[in-house]
């Protein structure tokens, strides 16, 4: 009754800059809070960023100062603009939706290097 879908990832230099898009369709309420998350390999899924309706933002201190999250609720889209890319910032980055349960996105591949 959800789907995401993210957009933008793809191969950068360390320093450069990217920006995902989250593309939401079906039951979407603008109200709910949205966020991204990322999961190196090896590596636990954790959380990259959330942004609520009213525009109250949570960043994980790994991408605090770099990374800014927005969305466009006529939309239904979320955005992460990633900038001053590290090697470690290299994963896979998932949209989550939240409702009466947690959605997810296909995930799109980030990876930074030289």
């Known amino acids: 009754q959800v789907q995401l879908v993210e957009s933008g990832g793809g191969l950068v230099q360390p320093g450069g800059s990217l920006r995902l898009s989250c593309a939401a369709s079906?039951?979407?309420?603008?109200?709910?809070?949205m966020g991204w998350y990322r999961q190196a390999p090896g590596k636990q899924r954790e959380l990259v960023a959330t942004?609520?309706?009213?525009?109250?933002?949570n960043y994980a201190d790994s991408v605090r100062g770099r990374f800014i999250i927005s969305r466009d609720n006529a939309k239904n889209t979320v955005y992460l603009q990633m900038n001053s890319l590290k090697p470690e910032d290299t994963a896979v980055y998932y949209c989550?939706?939240?409702?009466?349960?947690?959605?997810w996105g296909q995930g799109t591949q980030v990876t930074v290097s030289s």
């Open positions: 989550k939706y939240t409702s009466t349960r947690y959605y």
């Open positions: 079906g039951r979407i309420f603008s109200t709910n809070v």
């Open positions: 942004i609520t309706s009213g525009g109250n933002t």
